[in-house]
């Protein structure tokens, strides 16, 4: 028998050697045990002698397994960067069939979200305001403090007091003051760095970019600032039923009693007469230019302290007591026949026959056009013929309301020129309601007028009239926080673009032209 030469022969030869009669033979004979256990052990040796060498055998097998691996492994294992899933789970080990666990070629890891910062909605947060001191400067002389309260704005500018634009559409609620800066001159002197001058008294008309809005020239920021920060040198009284009260401001005083004329003046009227405001700033934006500068301005001459509109006194009006009559008498049935014979349009001389006054007829198209939008009746409808009025209301209180019946007799009021300028109207006593719905509108206002403004219904069709107003009513600090600041003045112009929209269609239905008007 030949000794084989594989491991497994090796078994099948040890298992039928068991079988020859010699082997049979030691293994009965009479010492058993110690010739048992001379075959057991040679067994053992042999069998462990074929587990070392299958051992050895896998061995390599396994360390060329990776070569033959598949193409996507290889290019996993090679991968500079591991791909990190999103979902946040740990994958566990692959268990492989020899005993052993492979670890993912994967990298899984847990990723937070980032909070993301709340937007912030234009109008709805308001900054606190911090309160900024000036510090002296170093440089040697004396330099008093000016601020934007007491300078013109050229003034201003020059000396370096002025704020953040407020730039279109942005928030006036989140303007925010600049440090006070100084301004050579006599008056005060250095005391180094730590000294901190007092703040001057802040205006109530508040410009904090280069330039006002276009809409308001620069007369008119002056006669603002003159009405809201000028000091009361004097009262008159005024003969009107509406209470109004006549302040002199500080100006030149003739003799020992302040009067209107050589010093600037302005018409206090009540706490709800605070729309000629918002008409103020409304004339301005549509290119009118027809009414007085007004503003808001807490009085100490009202008992209860309230806002309180102040107009300016225009001494140039016709008549001298400031529009509590008419210029021109002018019934209803003779306004309308004035509206159709064009008096002194494109230059042309009217007829004595015609009956024309020396006013253009173009005002009387912005006079229309204006009392419609804040819904004005004193002037051409003032007994309420064009709508349902309400018990307070002037025309129900003094029983104008059941004379509508003649409606050509009814007079015109507040039909104001100026002595110097009677070709244009000047609109005085413009108290508007802002709480007169829609279908209650008095069109009887635009009754007779066949052509309107381009620039004023071009601001209407714009889509632009709510930007401008926010930016021309946030000037006025009193008239602004009296409104309950911008939530309340937005409410407004809700009104006047609604009826922006009526007006509009209102004029196409009835064919109205819309003319240059800027004679």
């Given at each position: 028998?030949?000794?084989?030469?594989?491991?497994?022969?090796?078994?099948?030869?040890?298992?039928?050697?068991?079988?020859?009669?010699?082997?049979?033979?030691?293994?009965?004979?009479?010492?058993?045990?110690?010739?048992?256990?001379?075959?057991?052990?040679?067994?053992?040796?042999?069998?462990?002698?074929?587990?070392?060498?299958?051992?050895?055998?896998?061995?390599?097998?396994?360390?060329?397994?990776?070569?033959?691996?598949?193409?996507?492994?290889?290019?996993?294992?090679?991968?500079?960067?591991?791909?990190?899933?999103?979902?946040?789970?740990?994958?566990?080990?692959?268990?492989?069939?020899?005993?052993?666990?492979?670890?993912?070629?994967?990298?899984?890891?847990?990723?937070?979200?980032?909070?993301?910062?709340?937007?912030?909605?234009?109008?709805?947060?308001?900054?606190?305001?911090?309160?900024?001191?000036?510090?002296?400067?170093?440089?040697?002389?004396?330099?008093?403090?000016?601020?934007?309260?007491?300078?013109?704005?050229?003034?201003?500018?020059?000396?370096?007091?002025?704020?953040?634009?407020?730039?279109?559409?942005?928030?006036?609620?989140?303007v925010r003051e600049r440090p006070w800066k100084l301004v050579r001159g006599p008056?005060?002197?250095?005391?180094?760095?730590?000294?901190?001058?007092?703040?001057?008294?802040?205006?109530?008309?508040?410009?904090?970019?280069?330039?006002?809005?276009?809409?308001?020239?620069?007369?008119?920021?002056?006669?603002?600032?003159?009405?809201?920060?000028?000091?009361?040198?004097?009262?008159?009284?005024?003969?009107?039923?509406?209470?109004?009260?006549?302040?002199?401001?500080?100006?030149?005083?003739?003799?020992?009693?302040?009067?209107?004329?050589?010093?600037?003046?302005?018409?206090?009227?009540?706490?709800?007469?605070?729309?000629?405001?918002?008409?103020?700033?409304?004339?301005?934006?549509?290119?009118?230019?027809?009414?007085?500068?007004?503003?808001?301005?807490?009085?100490?001459?009202?008992?209860?302290?309230?806002?309180?509109?102040?107009?300016?006194?225009?001494?140039?009006?016709?008549?001298?007591?400031?529009?509590?009559?008419?210029?021109?008498?002018?019934?209803?049935?003779?306004?309308?026949?004035?509206?159709?014979?064009?008096?002194?349009?494109?230059?042309?001389?009217?007829?004595?026959?015609?009956?024309?006054?020396?006013?253009?007829?173009?005002?009387?198209?912005?006079?229309?056009?204006?009392?419609?939008?804040?819904?004005i009746y004193n002037r051409l409808d003032t007994n309420c013929c064009g709508f349902?009025?309400?018990?307070?209301?002037?025309?129900?209180?003094?029983?104008?309301?059941?004379?509508?019946?003649?409606?050509?007799?009814?007079?015109?009021?507040?039909?104001?020129?100026?002595?110097?300028?009677?070709?244009?109207?000047?609109?005085?006593?413009?108290?508007?309601?802002?709480?007169?719905?829609?279908?209650?509108?008095?069109?009887?206002?635009?009754?007779?007028?066949?052509?309107?403004?381009?620039?004023?219904?071009?601001?209407?069709?714009?889509?632009?009239?709510?930007?401008?107003?926010?930016?021309?009513?946030?000037?006025?600090?009193?008239?602004?926080?009296?409104?309950?600041?911008?939530?309340?003045?937005?409410?407004?112009?809700?009104?006047?673009?609604?009826?922006?929209?009526?007006?509009?269609?209102?004029?196409?239905?009835?064919?109205?032209?819309?003319?240059?008007?800027?004679?």
């Amino acid at each position: 028998m030949t000794c084989p030469d594989k491991p497994g022969q090796l078994i099948n030869w040890f298992v039928c050697s068991l079988c020859v009669p010699r082997v049979r033979k030691l293994w009965s004979s009479r010492r058993p045990r110690t010739r048992r256990t001379l075959l057991l052990g040679t067994a053992c040796a042999v069998y462990l002698g074929f587990l070392v060498s299958q051992a050895g055998r896998a061995s390599p097998q396994q360390a060329r397994a990776p070569e033959k691996g598949l193409p996507q492994s290889r290019d996993a294992a090679e991968a500079p960067f591991p791909e990190i899933p999103l979902d946040g789970t740990l994958a566990p080990p692959e268990f492989q069939g020899n005993g052993t666990f492979l670890q993912p070629n994967v990298v899984y890891i847990t990723l937070r979200s980032k909070r993301s910062k709340p937007a912030n909605i234009r109008g709805t947060v308001k900054p606190k305001r911090r309160k900024k001191h000036a510090v002296a400067s170093l440089a040697p002389g004396p330099e008093p403090l000016a601020g934007p309260s007491f300078q013109p704005q050229e003034a201003a500018r020059a000396a370096g007091v002025e704020g953040p634009q407020y730039a279109q559409g942005g928030d006036p609620d989140k303007v925010r003051e600049r440090p006070w800066k100084l301004v050579r001159g006599p008056g005060v002197r250095a005391r180094g760095p730590d000294f901190q001058l007092p703040k001057a008294k802040e205006s109530n008309i508040r410009i904090y970019s280069e330039s006002a809005p276009s809409w308001l020239s620069k007369e008119d920021i002056h006669r603002m600032r003159l009405l809201a920060d000028g000091a009361v040198a004097g009262l008159q009284p005024v003969s009107s039923k509406s209470g109004a009260r006549l302040l002199v401001l500080q100006g030149g005083v003739t003799g020992s009693v302040p009067r209107c004329g050589p010093s600037p003046c302005g018409l206090l009227k009540q706490p709800l007469d605070m729309s000629e405001v918002f008409a103020f700033h409304l004339d301005r934006i549509l290119g009118l230019n027809r009414t007085l500068p007004s503003v808001s301005r807490k009085s100490e001459f009202i008992q209860d302290g309230r806002p309180c509109p102040i107009i300016l006194w225009d001494s140039s009006l016709s008549p001298t007591s400031n529009g509590t009559h008419s210029s021109v008498k002018l019934t209803w049935g003779t306004y309308q026949q004035l509206l159709k014979q064009k008096c002194w349009q494109n230059g042309r001389v009217p007829k004595p026959e015609w009956g024309c006054t020396e006013i253009h007829h173009h005002e009387w198209s912005k006079m229309a056009l204006f009392d419609f939008l804040l819904q004005i009746y004193n002037r051409l409808d003032t007994n309420c013929c064009g709508f349902r009025p309400r018990k307070e209301d002037a025309c129900v209180q003094n029983g104008l309301r059941p004379k509508c019946d003649d409606q050509d007799s009814v007079t015109l009021a507040h039909i104001i020129q100026r002595k110097h300028n009677p070709k244009h109207l000047v609109f005085i006593d413009n108290k508007g309601f802002f709480d007169r719905s829609e279908d209650n509108l008095n069109f009887k206002l635009l009754e007779g007028i066949k052509e309107f403004p381009e620039s004023a219904v071009s601001i209407l069709k714009s889509q632009h009239l709510r930007q401008k107003l926010l930016q021309s009513l946030f000037l006025d600090k009193v008239y602004w926080e009296s409104q309950g600041g911008r939530q309340g003045i937005e409410k407004l112009i809700d009104v006047i673009e609604q009826r922006a929209k009526i007006f509009l269609t209102y004029i196409n239905a009835h064919g109205a032209k819309v003319l240059p008007m800027n004679e």
